[in-house]
């Protein structure tokens, strides 16, 4: 039988963390990604910020660095432009892989096309002792002393151990890489609007030089329309702003889904913590939550194994009571904003993006990041006395 301190489950960026985390403190960890290579299914449209990619120590190359926002509604068109570049769109499979390089690099066993099927639990039924696996047509049992659930929206774990239900709120999107003919390089664009998204928005995100991602989210409840066939009337009616692009050519496909209801109560049990998609850490604005996953996969993993190292797994408590420190907050006034935006008609887009083109390009950042904390909230009501930018960061700080 197979025997590992720590189990993996899920080789996204939140899983790919925790595994170098934990095998970085010497313990022995074990990943399992159910898709054929890391990377091999992207789910994700990759925009991202530099500050946060440099202190979490991803190389520049793996970005292309954006310093321009541009919004589109259905009667308006603003640009924020800013003199540095703080956002970026990532080298999503690049980035991926080298989270999975480190990881190895320190000791971590990552199988690929191994889909974790089943828990098993001690005859008390109280501790998690292995997972049963899927690899290569055979199935395996790997024990373990901790499993670490980074299946991200799906909660594979956290559901199957009646924890958690599905998800009732998402998002779910379809994007096409594309060659471009016709790209500005440092500016990522937003679409929003009945004609781009009916609930959420389209976009237009700069990979390197001709060729970008250009997708569709669409709200679920909120709305019943496939994001598939709104893209390809997006590309094929060329609506503004795609017919700048010039001629457009789809190289690869991409779809996901991402909660978008906060996040879960509860994210560590007897012997299991949850991360990333699967314990709803992402920013739900304009829901990107690699940044995130990344943070508090390493978190998940050093906690993880400093409790088994010190033979004490109710330190792994300390886990939820960290990231919640850092974002828990953010998240819900982040979700208040994004909640009446899903509600936003034509006309109140074409007025919101005014509220947007009235802050300073730091105020923007910080708002689009979710950085809510009360001096930022009561300098921006301060400097900007409009009624109608004062709605929008009431909405924030009201409890
Ligand atoms: C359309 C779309 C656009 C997005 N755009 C952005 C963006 O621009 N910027 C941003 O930061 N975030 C964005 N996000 C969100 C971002 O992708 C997620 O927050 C992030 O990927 C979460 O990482 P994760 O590791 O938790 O989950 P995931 O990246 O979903 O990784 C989970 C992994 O677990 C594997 N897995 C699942 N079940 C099993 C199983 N039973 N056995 C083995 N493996 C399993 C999956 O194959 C997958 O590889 C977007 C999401 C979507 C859907």
Redesign the pocket.
């Given at each position: 039988m197979n025997s590992y301190d720590i189990a993996i489950?899920?080789?996204?960026?939140?899983?790919l963390s925790a595994a170098y985390s934990a095998s970085r403190n010497g313990l022995k960890v074990v990943l399992?990604?159910?898709?054929k290579s890391i990377a091999h299914n992207i789910?994700?449209?990759?925009?991202?910020w530099i500050d946060a990619m440099k202190k979490l120590g991803i190389p520049a190359k793996l970005y292309n660095p954006i310093k321009n926002y541009r919004f589109v509604s259905p009667n308006n068109d603003i640009r924020i432009n800013g003199a540095e570049a703080k956002s970026c769109v990532l080298d999503v499979r690049g980035l991926y892989q080298y989270l999975a390089a480190i990881a190895a690099s320190k000791g971590a066993d990552i199988f690929i096309n191994?889909?974790?099927r089943d828990v098993i639990f001690s005859k008390d039924n109280k501790k998690i002792t292995s997972l049963i696996v899927s690899n290569q047509g055979r199935k395996n049992e790997f024990q373990c002393k901790l499993v670490i659930d980074?299946?991200?929206?799906?909660s594979?774990i956290g559901r199957k151990l009646g924890y958690y239900s599905k998800w009732t709120r998402y998002?779910v999107?379809a994007?096409y890489e594309c060659y471009c003919e016709t790209l500005d390089l440092d500016t990522w664009t937003l679409m929003v609007g009945s004609q781009y998204s009916p609930a959420g928005y389209s976009w237009i995100f700069p990979i390197s030089a001709n060729r970008a991602r250009i997708?569709v989210?669409i709200g679920k409840p909120e709305s019943s329309e496939d994001p598939l066939e709104l893209l390809n009337q997006l590309v094929g009616k060329k609506l503004k702003p795609i017919q700048e692009l010039g001629s457009i050519q789809p190289i690869e496909y991409h779809s996901?889904?991402?909660p978008n209801q906060g996040t879960r109560i509860s994210t560590v049990f007897d012997g299991l913590i949850v991360?990333?998609?699967?314990a709803g850490q992402?920013n739900p604005l304009v829901?990107?939550?690699?940044?995130h996953?990344i943070e508090f996969g390493r978190l998940a993993g050093k906690i993880g194994s400093e409790s088994l190292i010190s033979e004490d797994l109710n330190l792994i408590r300390e886990y939820e009571s960290e990231w919640k420190k850092i974002i828990g907050n953010k998240i819900q006034a982040a979700l208040k904003v994004q909640t009446r935006w899903m509600n936003l008609s034509d006309d109140e887009w074409d007025k919101e993006l005014e509220i947007l083109k009235e802050m300073s390009i730091d105020e923007f950042l910080d708002f689009i990041t979710a950085e809510f904390n009360a001096k930022k909230m009561m300098r921006l009501a301060i400097n900007h006395p409009k009624l109608i930018v004062r709605q929008l960061f009431s909405l924030i700080v009201k409890k």
């Open positions: 489950v899920g080789g996204g960026p939140a899983g399992f990604e159910k898709d789910r994700t449209s990759g925009v991202s191994a889909t974790v980074a299946s991200g929206f799906n594979i998002g999107g994007e997708g989210g996901g889904f991402i991360v990333g998609d699967a992402s829901l990107e939550g690699i940044r996953a």
